[in-house]
């Protein structure tokens, strides 16, 4: 599978918990997306990679939440002492440099947080 | 405050039936807009625009955009079952490279 590859697919935690996702880009993509999307709503944009710089971060990403991408190619998002209201489906997305022709993003399947 | 506003928000067509989707936008400087349909899990690509007037097709479905009127529609002809889903609208801006606005998206449930 060439595509991006998100994991784990779900996660269940407790409330004040920490977790951490995984985002694997499609190869040859430099920059990296998380989005995070809830019920009945759009994705909403929360930072992004170009190669291992995070270039961008939205006002939705607090303190508690954390991303790197250390080497260029994977990335992680961590949510530190989570709150019922982080539960959604966090969605990661890579695309080739903006420019070319062909510069679309690619979602995964998205790692769907439910905080108890 | 930039914002894509989709409507219908939601609607139920027959098989064989041919629908418009809206898309509209208030985002400063425009770069591209894009549709995806979402099926219970990760959105995927259908169609980027960057010009007026330059109709993209897909099979059954198309899509065009005007940036005097800052809309863009798809159109689904001749409805499948396998066309229910959510359709998501989202635009780029040419200032902030990375991030797509999206809009609330369609859901579309075509029935048999």
């Known amino acids: 599978d060439t595509g991006v590859s998100q994991d784990p697919r779900h996660k269940i935690t407790k409330r004040g918990q920490n977790v951490t996702f995984r985002c694997d880009p499609i190869?040859?993509?430099?920059?990296l997306y998380w989005y995070r999307q809830t019920l009945g709503q759009g994705p909403e944009f929360l930072t992004y990679?170009?190669?291992?710089?995070?270039?961008?971060k939205s006002r939705l990403l607090s303190d508690r939440f954390s991303a790197e991408r250390p080497k260029g190619s994977f990335s992680t998002l961590e949510i530190q002492r989570t709150e019922q209201g982080d539960s959604a489906m966090y969605l990661c997305?890579?695309?080739?440099?903006?420019?070319?022709?062909?510069?679309?993003?690619?979602f995964g399947q998205g790692t769907r947080l439910t905080v108890v | 405050e930039d914002k894509v506003v989709q409507s219908p928000l939601s609607l139920v067509v027959h098989e064989g039936d041919t629908v418009t989707l809206n898309c509209s936008y208030e985002?400063?400087?425009?770069?591209?807009l894009l549709w995806y349909k979402q099926e219970k899990k990760a959105p995927t690509f259908l169609f980027m625009l960057?010009?007026?007037?330059i109709e993209k097709k897909s099979g059954r479905l198309s899509s065009i955009l005007d940036k005097k009127e800052l809309f863009s529609i798809l159109n689904i002809t001749a409805t499948q079952t396998g066309d229910s889903a959510v359709y998501l609208c989202?635009?780029?801006?040419?200032?902030?490279?990375?991030?797509?606005?999206f809009g609330r998206g369609t859901q579309l449930t075509v029935w048999p």
């Open positions: 997305a890579s695309s080739l440099p903006i420019g070319g022709p062909n510069t679309e993003a690619f």
């Open positions: 989202a635009v780029g801006r040419g200032s902030t490279l990375g991030r797509l606005y």
């Open positions: 960057t010009s007026s007037g």
């Open positions: 985002v400063t400087n425009f770069r591209s």
């Open positions: 190869s040859e993509h430099n920059r």
């Open positions: 990679f170009q190669n291992e710089a995070q270039l961008e």
